[in-house]
């Protein structure tokens, strides 16, 4: 038997341009008990209320706020870019029909996506789903959020993460902030690890990618647009790791930055060496985020390698 929900804790951020929506709804939810009720109609003040203490414990917004800005904020918010709370719950309401808007705001992170028009009782049966039924977080490279797969597929089995959640917590009675902030740091830095990791294996792998383009006739070309995906994921990576104190994996992001930024400045087709060296150095930062003695050193071999070149 599932536990009574109480809202009466419940902070809820509810952002819509129009007035006459956001008030019908305001006064469904706050007949089923949810009084702490913020509301706004611009983007500007939902990128605020995520930067105040640890942001809502919900977010229900219209997905066409800001002409369609909203679905970047959300993005960005899962990646721990803006406010405290990543895992904030999000239900995403949408008038767009077309396939390709609807996969855009599916996987900026949201966990639910309701199209208009809607009942408000859909919002409702959605928010007791976040309290029973909450789906874990799964991250890539770009992407962080609900794991909706249907099943695995063959060498993507990545591992999910059950991400903290401040309306469960508030809404079945156990909320204890001193404890949430404590499950929140280690979540946080737990999903940074797995960034890190889907970013290093990228960088393997496009270094094997740009090789063989490397090697074809009419290779060089296509070799660009590669570098410069080269040049974002080793910028975000060392970041990510400075900012969470991997400084021996930070060590090894500036590396990779060196050899992509050597990459980027030259006119010819990178060298065979240099490749070989930034998927060594994408090999050796997967071995470095789970470090046992032997990854050490060969975290401190691959940058003297580096520093050779």
């Excluded at 209320?49 to 809502?56: A, K, T, W």
Aim: hydrophobic share 40%; with cysteine.
């Amino acid at each position: 038997m599932a536990s009574e929900i109480k809202y009466n804790d419940v902070q809820l951020m509810l952002a819509d341009p129009r007035t006459h929506i956001r008030s019908t709804l305001k006064v469904a939810l706050s007949h089923a008990g949810l009084d702490n009720i913020d509301h706004t109609g611009t983007l500007d003040a939902i990128s605020d209320s995520m930067e105040y203490s640890m942001g809502p414990d919900i977010l229900i917004c219209d997905m066409g706020i800001g002409d369609g800005e909203i679905v970047d904020l959300v993005s960005r918010v899962r990646h721990n870019d803006v406010g405290k709370n990543p895992f904030v719950c999000v239900i995403g309401i949408s008038w767009e029909a077309q396939a390709q808007d609807i996969i855009r705001m599916i996987n900026c992170g949201v966990d639910h996506l309701i199209t208009a028009p809607l009942s408000p009782q859909q919002i409702l049966s959605r928010i007791s789903s976040l309290v029973h039924h909450r789906l874990p977080f799964v991250v890539t490279a770009d992407y962080v959020g609900p794991d909706r797969r249907k099943m695995l597929r063959p060498g993507k089995d990545f591992p999910v993460v059950d991400v903290p959640n401040s309306l469960k917590e508030k809404a079945l009675g156990v909320w204890n902030p001193q404890r949430f902030e404590k499950e929140l740091l280690s979540a946080v830095g737990a999903v940074n690890t797995r960034k890190i990791d889907r970013q290093a294996e990228i960088i393997a792998s496009l270094a094997d990618s740009i090789t063989e383009l490397a090697h074809e006739p009419n290779g060089t070309a296509r070799i660009q647009p590669q570098i410069e995906r080269l040049t974002s994921l080793v910028t975000e990576m060392d970041r990510r790791a400075t900012e969470n104190g991997l400084h021996h994996i930070a060590e090894l992001c500036r590396a990779c930055v060196s050899v992509v930024s050597e990459m980027h400045s030259q006119e010819t087709n990178p060298t065979d060496r240099d490749l070989e060296v930034l998927k060594h150095l994408g090999m050796a930062i997967r071995a470095g985020l789970y470090p046992v003695e032997a990854n050490k050193g060969l975290a401190e071999d691959i940058i003297k390698t580096v520093a050779a070149r």
